[in-house]
């Protein structure tokens, strides 16, 4: 398991953009037959992907950087289908996962392992430190809370699912969803916001594989770009912005955990404080 520390936002005008990329972006997490995890100090979050092989199974290890008996000990983990179809067998029990279908897993689940039916399955994983129980839940995509918001006029047209969320699956810190543009829109989380209570965490995918994401961050005034292709993943800190838009419209997963689990505790930035206030 890979280890990630937190940043300050003075560190982000004099990286590189390997550096950048190096410190942000978590790529290649779904090598068939292996599963990868990233530890980021940003809210202490395990981010993870895992692709397993038709008829073989992926078992979650319990990594020693945790100092735990085994992996969901102190967390909660939520396994969440971005391709293809396949099982998650959580202590005995199989959950089937689809695309787009949410597994939220809770905190004292012992043996966890990942089974594809089809080659090209991917789950991602996140999990934070959880300091309470809740049951483990499966939210297909048919049964997320469902909204639309944006505008055709402004390419910002999209579907927002949300699966693990206050009025919905509980959990410690968690809250995720998956949000969807519209054909003929590119733009996500456009106007931005900030949310210094929590952490966030990108994940773009239904792209093909000669199409492009452009994720902006930074505070307004210094904002800074990287480039992804289709399962890349993006950690935003707490003090950050977060958009982007595509060469064609894609599907995204963003995962977060902190202070509060409030959708709606943000704060708003216009089209013109992102360039800062001379512009």
Known sequence: MEIRHATHPDELVGMSDEELRARFVISDLFTPGLL?????????????????????????????????????????????GL???????????RYP???????????????????ADVTGT????????SHTDHPTTLVPASEALTTETGEQEHANRRIVRKHI????VRSSQLVLGITAPEPGNIWNSMPPHTHDRRTEV???????????????????GQTRHVVLRDGDAVISPAWSMHFGAGTTNYSFL????????????????????????VA
């Open 254 to 277: 963003w995962v977060m955990a902190g202070e509060n689990q409030m959708f709606a505790d943000m704060d708003q930035i216009s089209v013109p404080e992102v360039a800062g206030a």
């Open 202 to 220: 990108y994940v773009y995918f239904d792209l093909d594989e000669n199409e492009r994401l452009f994720h902006f961050m930074g505070v307004p």
């Open 97 to 115: 996962i689809g695309h787009m279908d949410v597994l939220y897993i809770g905190r004292g689940a012992r043996d966890i392992s990942f089974e």
């Open 165 to 168: 969320h206050e009025d919905g």
């Open 36 to 80: 990868r995890a990233v530890y980021s100090h940003e809210d202490r979050m395990v981010l993870g992907g895992v692709s397993p092989i038709p008829g073989t199974a992926v078992a979650l290890e319990n990594f020693p950087d945790l100092r735990a008996e085994y992996f969901c000990q102190r967390r909660e983990l939520a396994v969440s």
């Open 122 to 129: 991917r789950f991602f994983l996140s999990s934070a430190v």
């Open 83 to 93: 391709s293809g179809s396949g099982s998650v067998v959580v202590d005995g029990t």
